[in-house]
């Protein structure tokens, strides 16, 4: 018997808690784990006690056209990533791992390009992860360093990145 990775194991479970996500778009689902030993697990979905799109019957930002990727503020949803850093604790996540896994609402296919918005990478940033793991099929997937998305900082134009070097 041939066994799964053990990224492929952790995906696995992450895909699973996608199952309770309740947005229109797309569902995604995060653990973290740390030495092997799973620290929290989150799904997209509304703030506790408030309605969910799935509940609703309709996504806001679909409504006004927005298109993905652009003017978060208007959703409903607490993300996966934000949501198991919010049910863990810091001291817990240090070092650790984050598994990502995001399917279409509608179809139900694997998305081959799921990310973290600037949003969750901030929080996965402060959070202190190491990597984020992310599905790209049923088998595939990336690892990222969190460095990476430190270094490459979203929020700088190439000019003011240059300015603030001079400064140091």
Same mark, same amino acid.
């Given at each position: 018997?041939? $066994?799964?990775?053990?990224?492929?194991?952790?995906?696995?479970?992450?895909?699973?808690?996608?199952?309770?996500?309740?947005?229109?778009?797309?569902?995604?689902?995060?653990?973290?784990?740390?030495?092997?030993?799973?620290?929290?697990?989150?799904?997209?979905? !509304?703030?506790?006690? $408030?309605?969910?799109?799935?509940? @609703?019957?309709?996504?806001?930002?679909?409504?006004?056209?927005?298109?993905?990727?652009?003017?978060?503020?208007?959703?409903?949803?607490?993300?996966?990533?934000?949501? !198991?850093?919010?049910?863990?604790?810091? $001291?817990?996540?240090?070092?650790?791992?984050?598994?990502?896994?995001?399917?279409?609402?509608?179809?139900?296919? @694997?998305?081959?390009?799921?990310?973290?918005?600037?949003?969750?990478?901030?929080?996965?940033?402060?959070?202190?992860?190491?990597?984020?793991?992310?599905?790209?099929? !049923?088998?595939?997937?990336?690892?990222v360093d969190v460095a990476d998305w430190v270094a490459e900082d979203d929020l700088l134009a190439p000019r003011d990145a240059d300015a603030i070097l001079d400064r140091q």
């Amino acid at each position: 018997m041939d $066994r799964i990775s053990k990224a492929n194991y952790y995906l696995d479970i992450a895909q699973t808690v996608l199952e309770r996500a309740t947005c229109l778009r797309r569902v995604y689902g995060a653990i973290i784990v740390k030495n092997d030993e799973i620290i929290s697990t989150g799904y997209n979905g !509304a703030p506790r006690g $408030r309605a969910n799109c799935v509940d @609703l019957g309709y996504c806001s930002r679909e409504a006004m056209q927005v298109p993905r990727g652009e003017r978060y503020e208007l959703c409903r949803s607490v993300h996966a990533e934000a949501n !198991a850093i919010i049910s863990a604790s810091r $001291r817990d996540m240090v070092g650790g791992t984050l598994y990502l896994v995001g399917r279409d609402a509608r179809t139900g296919e @694997l998305l081959g390009d799921a990310t973290s918005c600037s949003m969750c990478r901030r929080l996965v940033i402060n959070a202190g992860l190491k990597e984020v793991v992310i599905r790209r099929t !049923a088998t595939e997937f990336d690892v990222v360093d969190v460095a990476d998305w430190v270094a490459e900082d979203d929020l700088l134009a190439p000019r003011d990145a240059d300015a603030i070097l001079d400064r140091q």
